[in-house]
């Protein structure tokens, strides 16, 4: 991994641009959102090759809730928990093998 850059944000947020660098392939991407939280630096989100991991959630979660409010949410986000699942992609989402986010 290769740090490229970092530039602050709004709030005093920090991003952090990082690239994994694949001899055998493409870089990929990698940026990480920071927020220090009482003296700590803490990772906020990641962006793997644009994809925000929590726009990514919020998107999931918003579709499931449309159809079946909160309370539906925190029962599948149970369920899926305690089986170690994860969520299905919400419709039109990038990235992914399997169209499921880890």
Request: charged letters at 30%; a negative charge; zero cysteines.
């Amino acid at each position: 991994m290769t740090i490229v850059d970092d530039r602050q944000e709004a709030r005093g947020d920090w991003t952090v641009r990082t690239k994994i660098v694949d001899h055998g392939s493409d870089d990929i991407s990698v940026d990480y959102r920071l927020r220090q939280t009482d003296g700590t630096w803490k990772i906020i989100d990641v962006t793997i090759e644009g994809v925000s991991l929590v726009s990514n959630y919020r998107s999931q979660f918003q579709e499931i809730m449309t159809n079946g409010g909160i309370d539906r949410l925190l029962e599948l986000l149970r369920e899926k928990n305690a089986r170690g699942e994860p969520l299905p992609a919400p419709k039109g989402a990038r990235g992914g093998t399997s169209g499921n986010t880890a």
